[in-house]
């Protein structure tokens, strides 16, 4: 009797300091925003699936389907952290993701075979991270952490151009082609480059330059123009509102004059910078072959994606299609957000998630970067906006989602100020 009575009150005191652990606000803000830091870290080691698949033996698949499923496991470690105080969105988002998803699989069923793969891709990153990021109060240790992790994958990078220069690893970029490339992989690179970018302005270390230099130098070896114009888009907009808050009204024009003589000369630019390096492994790149085109505008087949859906669309508009409606007819996803969606769910469903997103991307613009929210606002709209223009689909692009819990977070507090005032 009195064994069973200690029992009990040695299980309810850990109950009861496991429920202290779960509501004090630093241990489940870090906790979430580890999450949050972790999911960045899998997605560049997706990204950089091949030279892991040689050092370990095991298959590209095996070893990207091994990554999601940690995702999603690590996601149910946290969930205690998000139960304790379950937002009111998070619920409503959680419900529609799972009725889209659901009634795509029972009404679009000759979609299954197409959808089963978005929806684990979706569930594993978008939606864990989105409901992750937007459980959060204090988005301080998000930035804090993330940074870190930059810092790491920069090394990480350094380490893994070496390597391949070397010949110790043939690639670590997952490619079907002759030439060394991964868009994935230099969009994955996009969002330690810009929190390092801020984080210079913040801390005026040098060492964050040469990072900086680090992870441009390796887009350039086996990306595109689409991570670097991103980069661009973001150090720019960076940049003017900094000195326009600092009324330093002359720099300002001076950085635009310098992005306008860049744009008309961005192809001499390069092509003397990779004469630089001609006789290296650099002039394999990608990004050399691409500019080296006699197109001032190179699409890499995406126009030809683009008049099949538009014409579809312009034939059917308020057909709801269902996800990755697009894949049977032109054998991937559309490669521009405003299409996948117009396509996928008519004119009218579609078009009202493209106004919604229109939107958040004008809040998001006239932020003023005050805080760590913002910042972070900011820094994951121009990291999967520019790339979801040209480039993947929002069911598989974790940082679309990201963005949407975090500028939804900003208009909820900005919301509750304003009636508090």
Request: proline share 2%; aromatic share 18%; with cysteine.
């Amino acid at each position: 009797m009195i064994r069973s009575v200690l029992y009990s009150e040695v299980i309810t005191i850990h109950k009861n300091n496991l429920k202290i652990r779960l509501d004090d606000d630093n241990t489940r803000n870090k906790a979430l925003a580890f999450f949050v830091a972790v999911v960045l870290w899998f997605n560049f080691l997706t990204n950089i699936s091949t030279g892991i698949s040689e050092l370990t033996g095991l298959s590209v698949r095996s070893v990207t389907l091994t990554i999601r499923w940690i995702s999603l496991i690590t996601f149910f470690f946290i969930l205690p952290f998000v139960f304790t105080r379950l937002k009111t969105r998070v619920v409503i988002f959680t419900a529609i993701c799972a009725f889209v998803f659901l009634f795509n699989y029972l009404v679009f069923t000759d979609l299954n075979e197409y959808l089963s793969k978005e929806a684990f891709l979706f569930f594993s990153l978008g939606f864990t991270t989105f409901v992750a990021l937007f459980s959060i109060d204090d988005y301080k240790y998000v930035l804090r952490f993330l940074t870190v992790s930059s810092h790491i994958i920069t090394a990480v990078v350094l380490l893994l151009v070496l390597l391949v220069n070397l010949g110790r690893i043939s690639t670590f970029i997952a490619t079907d082609e002759s030439v060394p490339y991964s868009m994935g992989f230099g969009y994955a690179c996009l969002i330690p480059s810009m929190l390092l970018f801020y984080d210079f302005f913040k801390t005026k270390r040098v060492i964050n330059i040469i990072e900086i230099g680090v992870l441009l130098f390796a887009i350039i070896i086996y990306a595109s123009r689409g991570p670097l114009m991103g980069f661009a888009l973001f150090a720019v907009f960076y940049l003017v509102r900094y000195f326009l808050n600092k009324r330093q009204y002359i720099r300002c024009i001076l950085i635009v004059l310098s992005i306008i003589l860049f744009v008309l000369f961005y192809k001499t630019v390069f092509i003397w910078f990779f004469g630089l390096f001609e006789d290296s492994f650099i002039s394999t790149s990608h990004l050399k072959h691409t500019l080296e085109s006699d197109d001032f505008v190179y699409l890499s087949s995406r126009n030809s994606i683009y008049d099949i859906l538009i014409q579809e669309v312009f034939e059917h508009p308020f057909y709801v299609r269902g996800i990755n409606a697009e894949w049977p007819v032109v054998g991937v996803y559309a490669h521009n957000i405003v299409l996948e969606l117009i396509y996928q769910f008519g004119i009218i469903l579609g078009g009202a998630f493209v106004c919604l997103i229109l939107y958040r991307v004008v809040r998001t613009v006239i932020l003023k970067g005050e805080n760590d929210l913002e910042i972070l606002c900011i820094v994951l709209m121009f990291a999967s906006i520019p790339q979801l223009m040209v480039s993947s689909s929002l069911w598989r692009n974790y940082v679309f989602w990201a963005w949407m819990a975090a500028i939804a977070k900003y208009l909820q507090e900005y919301r509750l100020q304003k009636n508090h005032a």
